[in-house]
């Protein structure tokens, strides 16, 4: 028996504003979406377009608050091929919320505050 990931799901409060920032920060593309028939929820699925792993965004339409993300210790890891550009275009876009510079890496904040860590490949 053998496990694979699948993706990871992160609930938004803006759909539109979430894809946009995953596009304009990660280069992460709809790979496809489930509307619900009552429209209670939709459902979109980014792509790195590379890898099988996929970003779940999940809209709820009556979901009136922001999400409680407790201490956001959870985050997903991207590899970059150029770093130093990665962090210029995230420094520009202002959002880059915490840097380990010993470590070699940072992350950056998605509009629902959602932590994404940036690592430089082959680290």
């Known amino acids: 028996m053998q496990f694979r990931f699948a993706h990871n799901n992160f609930?938004?409060?803006?759909l539109d504003r979430s894809l946009a920032f995953y596009?304009?920060?990660l280069g992460l593309?709809?790979?496809?979406?489930?509307?619900?028939?009552?429209?209670?929820?939709?459902?979109?699925?980014?792509?790195?377009g590379s890898t099988e792993h996929l970003l779940e965004l999940t809209w709820l339409r009556d979901?009136?608050?922001?999400?409680?993300?407790?201490d956001n210790e959870f985050h997903l890891a991207l590899t970059?091929?150029?770093?130093?550009?990665?962090?210029?275009r995230h420094k520009e876009m202002d959002c880059i919320c915490f840097e380990n510079a010993d470590m070699g890496i940072y992350f950056i904040a998605d509009p629902d505050g959602y932590w994404v860590e940036i690592?430089?490949?082959g680290a």
């Not at 609930?11 to 803006?14: A, K």
């Not at 429209?39 to 790195?48: E, R």
């Open 119 to 121: 690592v430089p490949a």
């Open 23 to 25: 596009q304009q920060a």
């Open 29 to 48: 593309t709809e790979t496809r979406r489930i509307n619900a028939p009552d429209g209670s929820f939709i459902i979109v699925y980014l792509s790195d």
């Open 80 to 88: 970059v091929d150029d770093f130093d550009a990665a962090h210029a």
């Open 11 to 14: 609930n938004v409060r803006d």
């Open 63 to 70: 979901w009136d608050r922001a999400y409680n993300l407790g």
